[in-house]
């Protein structure tokens, strides 16, 4: 199965799940995080806002919101063009639809932070294997961000955020490709490669 064939079919699947398994799955990459010392340490945390049925981080935000972390949003850089930049989001952000219809807060009345300052950033993806390599939607848009971490130094902890199906033997790798560190789902956490993180 190739990679058009793969995200087609987990994307199928991830968009027939019902709302009760959505939210269950929710709670569970919730109890996932919060059994990683990386989460429950990090000041500034990214997170993205769920999409095309990927798991909902619902549960995730309001945990962050409530333990009074700062929280960031990616959004498509209108300069660098498929970059993102990260936004820090509060309950009176300013929100508009980019160009793939989903929410993000407004680049003009906001004050974007580098990547390289953010503790932990979540991740979405369509599927990933043991390796922390991960398939996302095609748009390149994380692997071009996050360049910066195959450079030497303190980088973020980068952790992808699944439901448990979306795991598979072994994904292709590309050069390009951003490896992850953990891996969250809705039933496990998986720890993959060691790693520096910024001091907050």
């Not at 300069?79 to 993000?104: D, P």
């Not at 130094?153 to 699944?162: Q, R």
């Amino acid at each position: 199965m190739n990679k058009s064939e793969l995200r087609k079919l987990i994307r199928q699947q991830r968009r027939s799940l019902s709302k009760a398994q959505r939210q269950s799955a929710s709670r569970g990459l919730l109890r996932q995080l919060r059994s990683a010392p990386e989460y429950l340490t990090a000041k500034r945390v990214a997170v993205y806002l769920t999409n095309d049925g990927e798991i909902d981080t619902q549960w995730l935000i309001q945990d962050l919101h409530q333990r009074r972390r700062e929280i960031y949003l990616p959004v498509l850089h209108p300069l660098r063009k498929g970059h993102l930049a990260f936004i820090r989001y509060q309950k009176n952000t300013v929100m508009s639809r980019n160009r793939f219809g989903i929410s993000e807060p407004s680049f003009s009345r906001n004050k974007a932070v580098s990547a390289r300052f953010i503790r932990l950033i979540c991740l979405p993806l369509v599927a990933f294997d043991d390796r922390g390599n991960r398939l996302g939607m095609g748009g390149g848009f994380y692997d071009r961000t996050l360049e910066f971490v195959h450079e030497k130094g303190k980088t973020p902890l980068l952790v992808g955020c699944a439901y448990d199906f979306q795991r598979i033997s072994m994904l292709p790798a590309e050069s390009w490709d951003i490896p992850l560190k953990l891996i969250a789902t809705d039933a496990s956490l998986h720890r993959l490669l060691t790693f520096t993180t910024p001091a907050d």
